[in-house]
């Protein structure tokens, strides 16, 4: 047991002691780069190089030195970017590969992908390791090991000195998007909507035919291809467009297809119109994700379409709901939905 004990102590120091050597041996093999014409496509003589690169990283890009550990500026740098090669510009790795290694020069556990970087074998200073170099320049970048904590298990260790960073601007969230949704009667749609903590605006009107500027009553024909749709603008910091298809698929039965219940017709289709391939994805993620576990006794026959144009309905068409509360159709049809909705979002509902 105490031996066991001994023999594990002594490989986790031989462990350390090699993996510091395994970056930290400072190269003193000064044979000029190999620059193998099979991937190198700038070629630069030592004094041309030196016009470019500081004293420091012509030491490490073109002899192959190694900066002393905890010593490089890019060593615990997070912020958001491309890491590219300090002699060339060659993009080689992003934020989202640098993991914190301890072992004193940044660490990434993959690089980006497209033979940007060379694997040379490298057998100096009696050590056998693998030497990473930039594909396009040829310069010295540092060395890869396989020793690496994540799911990789790669870990190319790199001088700060051979990397320039380039800081990404954070994409601003667009606080606003919008959706347009075919779920029967638009009606019943955009009072619910309307009652849905974070929705800006709902619009009742018509998208997805053939026919400009559709009245109501040409669309209830049924002949301009028009479904009955609402547009709705929301704020995607009270919600998004996930929860605002929760409740699409809440409030009215998707696998009916060209029916709502009583209304029959091309119109009263169930559609989503995105406008982007995030949404178009969201989208057929939750159906798949309804289909799959069979939360309806009938696959989800809702269309997922571009979004090309929306024709607003007349105006006594907006907001009909509250403005027709006692109509036969609203206490039949749009309030049973509407209570529903208030139950199950009822968290969610508008505080005013
Ligand atoms: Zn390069």
Redesign the pocket.
Same mark, same amino acid.
Request: hydrophobic share 30%; with cysteine.
């Given at each position: 047991m105490t031996k066991l004990i001994y023999q594990n102590a002594f490989l986790y120091v031989a462990f350390l002691a090699l993996s510091l050597i395994a970056c930290g041996q400072k190269k003193e093999n000064k044979t000029p780069q190999n620059q193998d014409s099979s991937t190198v496509t700038?070629f630069k003589t030592p004094d041309e190089w030196k016009k470019i690169l500081n004293k420091d990283q012509f030491g490490v890009?073109r002899n192959k030195e190694t900066e002393a550990p905890y010593t490089g500026k890019l060593l615990y740098n997070k912020e958001q970017g491309v890491y =590219? /090669?300090? !002699?060339?510009?060659?993009e080689?790795f992003t934020d989202e590969m640098k993991f914190d290694s301890h072992c004193g020069w940044p660490s990434f556990d993959k690089e980006i992908a497209g033979g940007k970087i060379k694997k040379v074998e490298d057998h100096s200073n009696g050590m056998n390791r693998t030497e990473i170099v930039?594909? =396009? /320049?040829? !310069?010295h970048l540092g060395h890869l090991f396989d020793d690496g904590p994540t799911a990789t298990g790669m870990r190319y260790c790199v001088n700060s000195l051979s990397l320039n960073f380039e800081k990404t601007e954070k994409v601003v969230q667009q606080q606003y998007d919008t959706i347009t949704l075919g779920g029967g009667c638009y009606w019943c749609v955009e009072a619910i909507y309307e009652m849905l903590d974070g929705v800006k605006s709902v619009e009742s009107g018509f998208s997805g035919g053939k026919v400009a500027n559709p009245s109501y009553r040409e669309v209830c024909m049924g002949t301009t291809g028009h479904a009955e749709v609402v547009q709705i603008v929301f704020d995607t910091k009270k919600t998004s467009l996930d929860e605002i298809l929760k409740v699409f698929f809440t409030v009215h039965d998707p696998t009916t297809l060209n029916r709502q219940s009583a209304d029959v017709g091309e119109q009263y289709r169930s559609v989503i119109l995105y406008r982007n391939a995030a949404q178009q994805k969201t989208a057929t993620d939750i159906i798949n994700q309804l289909n799959k576990e069979k939360v309806y006794d009938q696959p989800v026959v809702t269309a997922v379409q571009p979004f090309k144009v929306f024709y607003k309905a007349e105006d006594d068409h907006q907001d009909y709901y509250n403005a027709n509360k006692s109509n036969g159709y609203c206490k039949m049809v749009i309030q049973p939905k509407i209570e529903k909705f208030e139950k199950l979002f009822k968290d969610r509902l508008k505080k005013n």
């Open positions: 700038i890009l =590219k /090669c300090a !002699g060339c510009g060659s080689l930039c594909a =396009k /320049c040829g !310069g």
